[in-house]
């Protein structure tokens, strides 16, 4: 099969969706088909990216958003100009991962080509917006979203959902698009190495010194001051305790100074955005705990690389993470609260009986979420919408 796939994101801009975009793309390529991305351009670094990639590439001109600048707006006209090279070539599904232009884009191909359209909800955006145009009310932001969701959804055939908990909010939106649960999953062969000794040794963190890490963007929405107010509790206890902070964000500066307030100077330190391939693995096992509490992912993706690699998880269960967390035998789950949440930490800090089983309970749970397992329910809900539109599937 020939899929376009369509989004306003993409390396190297880092976050879920990215990667959630090349994990699709790259399964897709080994099971046989052909697969198209158009993106946009990021100036410095977007051509390398694409050079990187197996599938082909698009890149479209696009500017800074003012209230978002790490992310890019696809310039309109060019997303009309390409338009017609688009429509001229053949394709089996139209696959659309984000609800701006590049979601225009796309509606507009299927309707012009009679091509049938997938989007993938991958992103909980009545709880973002606020953080992002805080200074509209809370109230109207929401509706905004809501009703901004519906007119979204209205327009394709079927929706990808990562997870029950994101049905529930879309049934209470009133959407009524056909929908699929069907979470990415991750390569749990790019998840089987990591070194977390070496990246001790590199940044000169003690072998015995406890631990705990994150990976995350830094934004507000991730909840990265409650890990901060966790380990200011656990410090007493722990007092050589250090928190290993993976990402950037716009919460970066903000955060930085939290550390400061809450007198954690020695005990947070904050590494960028690492190479997944390799100091992000290292990163990963270098924590004897991995720690998270963000309450609006719709996938959770960064716990199920936590499980691959063997590192305990404490973690709050939310919308996506209650889905990967359901029956774990490799994470405590905590409340949103800091007594409890710090008191399931020291647990496993404690612990090295408990560390070794939740390890090993985690690499068993990682492979439920394996793209090997999920990949062949993607290639069935295309083949059934292409074959509902009357498409024949392009060799």
């Known amino acids: 099969m020939k899929i376009l796939m369509?989004?306003?994101?993409?390396?190297?801009?880092?976050?879920?969706?990215?990667?959630?975009?090349?994990?699709?793309?790259?399964?897709?390529?080994?099971?046989?088909?052909?697969?198209?991305?158009?993106?946009?351009?990021?100036?410095?670094?977007?051509?390398?990216?694409?050079?990187?990639?197996?599938?082909?590439?698009?890149?479209?001109?696009?500017?800074?958003?003012?209230?978002?600048?790490?992310?890019?707006?696809?310039?309109?006209?060019?997303?009309?100009?390409?338009?017609?090279?688009?429509?001229?070539?053949?394709?089996?599904?139209?696959?659309?991962?984000?609800?701006?232009?590049?979601?225009?884009?796309?509606?507009?191909?299927?309707?012009?080509?009679?091509?049938?359209?997938?989007?993938?909800?991958?992103?909980?955006?009545?709880?973002?917006?606020?953080?992002?145009?805080?200074?509209?009310?809370?109230?109207?932001?929401?509706?905004?979203?809501?009703?901004?969701?519906?007119?979204?959804?209205?327009?394709?055939?079927?929706?990808?959902?990562?997870?029950?908990?994101?049905?529930?909010?879309?049934?209470?939106?009133?959407?009524?698009?056909?929908?699929?649960?069907?979470?990415?999953?991750?390569?749990?062969?790019?998840?089987?190495?990591?070194?977390?000794?070496?990246?001790?040794?590199?940044?000169?963190?003690?072998?015995?010194?406890?631990?705990?890490?994150?990976?995350?963007?830094?934004?507000?929405?991730?909840?990265?001051?409650?890990?901060?107010?966790?380990?200011?509790?656990?410090?007493?206890?722990f007092p050589a305790l250090l928190f290993l902070v993976a990402g950037e964000g716009p919460d970066e500066a903000r955060l930085k100074r939290r550390v400061a307030e809450l007198g954690l100077q020695e005990h947070v330190r904050f590494f960028g955005n690492l190479d997944r391939r390799t100091t992000l693995l290292d990163a990963y096992r270098a924590g004897d705990a991995f720690v998270f509490a963000s309450p609006t992912e719709t996938q959770g993706l960064v716990l199920i690389e936590a499980m691959a690699l063997g590192v305990p998880i404490v973690s709050t269960a939310v919308m996506g993470t209650a889905t990967v967390l359901a029956g774990t035998r490799g994470a405590l789950v905590a409340q949103e609260d800091v007594d409890d949440f710090a008191g399931k930490v020291a647990q496993v800090l404690r612990s090295p009986t408990l560390r070794e089983m939740l390890a090993d309970g985690g690499r068993l749970d990682a492979r439920r979420w394996s793209t090997d397992v999920l990949m062949g329910q993607v290639e069935a809900l295309y083949a059934s919408l292409a074959g509902s539109r009357g498409v024949p599937a392009v060799a």
């Open 6 to 237: 369509l989004s306003d994101v993409y390396f190297p801009r880092v976050n879920g969706v990215s990667t959630s975009i090349r994990t699709f793309a790259r399964s897709l390529l080994r099971r046989g088909h052909e697969v198209m991305l158009v993106a946009p351009d990021y100036g410095e670094g977007s051509a390398q990216s694409a050079h990187d990639e197996e599938f082909e590439v698009l890149r479209l001109p696009s500017r800074v958003i003012f209230f978002d600048p790490e992310d890019r707006l696809i310039n309109a006209r060019a997303a009309r100009q390409v338009q017609a090279a688009l429509a001229d070539r053949e394709w089996d599904v139209i696959h659309i991962h984000t609800p701006f232009r590049a979601h225009g884009l796309g509606v507009r191909l299927a309707r012009q080509g009679g091509w049938p359209t997938v989007e993938t909800y991958h992103t909980y955006f009545e709880e973002y917006v606020g953080h992002y145009l805080p200074w509209f009310p809370p109230a109207m932001t929401r509706w905004v979203a809501r009703a901004a969701s519906r007119r979204l959804c209205d327009g394709v055939d079927h929706l990808i959902v990562p997870s029950a908990q994101m049905v529930d909010v879309l049934q209470r939106y009133g959407i009524d698009t056909p929908r699929t649960v069907l979470p990415t999953g991750i390569e749990l062969s790019e998840f089987a190495g990591g070194d977390g000794a070496r990246f001790r040794a590199a940044h000169g963190i003690a072998s015995d010194r406890p631990a705990l890490v994150t990976v995350s963007r830094l934004s507000l929405e991730k909840n990265i001051d409650f890990l901060l107010r966790v380990v200011r509790t656990l410090v007493p206890d």
